[in-house]
């Protein structure tokens, strides 16, 4: 039986980049993400923008 309704998904992992700080900063306020990706939770702006 031919299967005409299958759906592809393409994701591309690619480097941080300055220009996603404010996604970081605010990724680094979630305490689920930081428990999930062995972050420390709430870090100091500096430290995440170094």
Do not use: V
């Amino acid at each position: 039986m031919k299967n005409e309704n299958i759906l592809t998904s393409l994701i591309i992992i690619r480097p941080i980049k300055i220009e996603d700080y404010q996604f970081i900063l605010s990724w680094s306020k979630d305490i689920y993400f930081c428990l999930a990706n062995g972050w420390e939770n709430n870090r100091i702006a500096e430290q995440l923008y170094s």
